[in-house]
Each structure stands twice: as C-alpha cells, then as structure tokens.
C-alpha cells in the first residue's frame, strides 16, 4: 500500500492564502496615531482578521483605513472595556454579522465556503470582581455560544486574565519571575 503523507486537496496546502487571526489587547486607541499604527502592523503580519480588547471608544460602529476595516463596540460606564475586530478588505465582503454582546464580547461572523465562521471576542473579568459578576459574565459567554447556529464554526478568541503561579511546570513559560505569589490548586472530583 503506498504511503500517503499531507493533506491530499491542493487547494488547502497553499498555506500563504490561509485565514490568518489574532488577538491583541491594545489598552487604548484613543490616540489619533493608534490606528495607523495597528493598521500597519495588521498589515505587516497579515492577519486576516484581528480580535482586539480594551479599545475604549464611546460608540458603536465600523471605520476603515488602508486595506482594513474595523468593526467595534462600545465601553461601559467606567470607561473600560470596548472590543472591536480589525478585518482585511479581501475578507470584507464575506462578514454576514457584526453583534455588540456586551463591552467584553463581540460576535463577527463570515460566510465560508461550505458553513459560516463566528468569531467570539472575549475580554473576561479579573479575579478581583465578585463572584457574582463572573458567574454573570460567564453565563452570558455560554448563552451566546448556544445561540450560535449549528452550522457555524465557533473559534473563540479571547484575554482571559489568567493569572500565572510560581509552579515548577511553568518554567519554560515564564521563567523564574511570576508577577504572581500564588499557585494554582485544583479539585479534581
């Protein structure tokens, strides 16, 4: 039997046109020059489509500069949050939707060839709100990954504020510095 190694449709092993996507938490862009310079550098990595957090804006709405447009959604009342997506142009004419969920959650979704696309932008709370509020936002997260159609891929992009112990196993990660005192414990059941 001969030996088959790859993928066997040449249409996927052209890597250079692949979907490429991130996700960056940018802070601000509330500087006039932010944008350009989170154009340039989309560009420059080409990225497809970038999932961003912490954008503080005040409304909701779409902008383009260059070859890239930006869907994004508004903060809340404390001035913190606003996550947006940044899309190339080649991808524009394929985004079906555009949710505003919350000032932590975006939905983008794009059509596909053969099925449908959403992407889940989640900016998630810090250890230091109450349970309550997290309880809240993560029941949200799990409504609206329900309420995603079946026939959609669902790739959730996220910061998820995760908090990095000084464990052994983290090492190679991290090195010997953690900004953290704490080690994770876990109850396994």
Known sequence: MP?????????????????????????????????????DKVEKYRIG??????LRWSDT????????TLFYGAYDNRYLG?????????????VKDFKVISPRMTVL??????????????HALTEEKEEVEKGEFYSLLNNVLNDILANCIQ?????????????????????????HEDRITMDVE
Do not use: C
């Open 49 to 54: 489509i970038d999932v961003l957090q912490e």
């Open 82 to 94: 606003g996550s947006s997506f940044a899309v190339k142009k080649v991808y524009l004419n394929s």
């Open 109 to 122: 979704t794009i059509a596909a060839r053969w099925f449908n696309i959403a992407f889940v932008n989640v």
């Open 3 to 39: 030996r088959i190694s790859g993928l066997q449709d040449p249409i996927l092993e052209n890597w250079k046109s692949a979907l490429r996507f991130g996700t960056w938490n940018i802070r601000t862009l509330f500087k006039s020059s932010t944008f350009r310079t989170l154009v």
């Open 61 to 68: 709405g779409s902008m383009q500069l260059k070859n890239t």
């Open 155 to 179: 790739i959730i992009l996220e910061d998820f504020n995760t908090k990095i112990g000084k464990e052994n196993y983290l090492r190679p990660i991290i090195g010997i510095h953690s900004l």
